[in-house]
């Protein structure tokens, strides 16, 4: 497949027609501890992605299975001992019945989120025939979500922020673009007798930065026009001439709670999908150029 010069809304053909998401959807903080650092052909890092998809799969599959055998383990094993009465045996089970739910719990370190998977593999499938031959992709992905972040004291509330997303794409045109995508949260949280009580805001944030070709320059004092995403207000336009940065923030935020019931969502808010960021770099990418025309002119 040729490459768009210059890249225009003809990419979105290429995006796929339902991007799935998982149940790890908001409702919970991620318990991953996945990273990823690849640089390189975008075959290799898809190669990459798909072993770590088809892990992901087999995770989400026993995890709970075997967190549910631990659970009835131990309590068989408790029952064993006290009731019946056989002490040693009773020990047995409820020690088989921990390491179950041990095993459970560094299985679900490994459920990575759907969606922010699909996001990668997305924006990479779509723009591999768009980029320049000979030069690396580079890409970190954190996995491990926001709690794991270290919070700030806000008042009342603690606030985080986790950059989950970089990536680096230079195109054939020479100009070269970076992705980042990440989540801000912030928490208030009220101790009780035998729990603690979480309120979540979380927002999503999605950067796109521009960079000329070697030898090239943008336009810097010109007002390059406003790029609309659908569910993302614009935080931030602005161009220099060595660079230009358009940032998007979710409208409205997710809102999740934690009681006694464990966690609930009265909020998804709106996603960083791969369809809205393809969309935030021909947008961002039109309005750069349309700028720069029109500078000139």
């Known amino acids: 497949m040729r490459p768009h010069?210059?890249?225009?809304?003809?990419?979105?053909?290429?995006?796929?027609?339902?991007?799935?998401?998982?149940?790890?959807?908001?409702?919970?903080?991620?318990?991953?501890?996945?990273?990823?650092?690849?640089?390189?052909a975008v075959p290799d890092i898809l190669e990459v992605l798909a072993t770590l998809e088809e892990r992901d799969a087999r995770v989400e599959k026993m995890a709970p299975v075997l967190n549910g055998l631990g659970v009835i383990t131990l309590f068989g094993g408790i029952i064993v001992g006290f009731v019946v009465p056989n002490v040693p045996l009773g020990i047995v089970l409820a020690i088989r019945g921990v390491l179950g739910m041990v095993g459970?719990?560094?299985?679900?370190?490994?459920?990575?989120?759907?969606?922010?998977?699909?996001?990668?593999?997305?924006?990479?499938?779509?723009?591999?025939?768009?980029?320049?031959?000979?030069r690396p992709v580079r890409l970190h992905a954190d996995f491990t979500g926001l709690v794991k972040t270290r919070g700030i004291k806000d008042g009342a509330r603690k606030t985080y922020r986790h950059p989950w997303l970089r990536l680096e794409l230079p195109l054939a045109d020479g100009t070269t673009v970076r992705i980042q995508a990440s989540a801000s949260m912030k928490r208030k949280s009220k101790r009780k007798r035998k729990y603690t009580k979480h309120k979540d805001q979380v927002s999503r944030e999605l950067t796109i930065e521009l960079l000329p070709p070697t030898g090239k320059q943008l336009c810097k004092t010109h007002r390059p026009k406003r790029p609309q995403i659908d569910g993302f207000s614009l935080t931030r336009a602005q161009m220099k001439p060595r660079q230009a940065i358009f940032s998007f923030r979710s409208q409205p935020p997710l809102r999740r709670a934690r009681g006694r019931g464990g966690w609930s969502l009265s909020s998804p808010g709106h996603l960083v999908d791969g369809a809205k960021v393809v969309a935030a770099i021909i947008q961002s990418y039109k309005a750069t150029a349309t700028a720069s025309r029109e500078a000139a002119a």
Request: with cysteine; glycine share 8%.
């Open 5 to 40: 010069h210059p890249i225009d809304d003809a990419l979105l053909t290429r995006l796929p027609t339902k991007e799935g998401s998982g149940p790890d959807e908001g409702k919970k903080p991620s318990a991953a501890k996945v990273k990823l650092d690849e640089t390189g």
């Open 104 to 134: 459970g719990a560094a299985f679900r370190s490994e459920d990575v989120s759907d969606r922010q998977l699909t996001v990668i593999c997305t924006v990479l499938s779509t723009f591999a025939s768009e980029l320049r031959p000979g």
